[in-house]
């Protein structure tokens, strides 16, 4: 009933040219290139050499850090508090509101 029709593959109708084969050539380089020059290696851990000057100039950056995070953190908590605070006034006032509409009826 249903039968899948299977492409048949034509045979070609134009001339074939045959391939054309390219002979390949030396490469022959122009100018001799001098070996590189060994480097001495770097040492392999620098010395860290931490004068008054270098200690005191991080104690007062991490100092500043800890104030500045210090003062982002207290300020979104008292964000917070102050949000919950301002929700918490507005349920009362319209839990007395519905309180005295019901009272009046």
């Known amino acids: 009933m249903l039968r899948p029709k299977i492409p048949t593959n034509p045979t070609p109708t134009d001339h074939l040219t045959p391939p054309v084969f390219v002979e390949p050539t030396a490469v022959v380089p122009s100018v001799e290139v001098p070996p590189p020059t060994p480097v001495a290696p770097a040492p392999s851990r620098p010395t860290v050499q931490l004068t008054p000057g270098t200690a005191l100039a991080l104690v007062g950056g991490g100092t ?40 009046r009826r």
């Open 64 to 103: 500043a850090v800890v104030l500045v995070v210090g003062a982002v953190l207290v300020s979104m908590l008292l964000a917070v508090a102050i949000t919950g605070a301002s929700v918490a006034v507005c349920a009362l006032v319209i839990r007395s509101l519905v309180h005295a509409d019901t009272k």
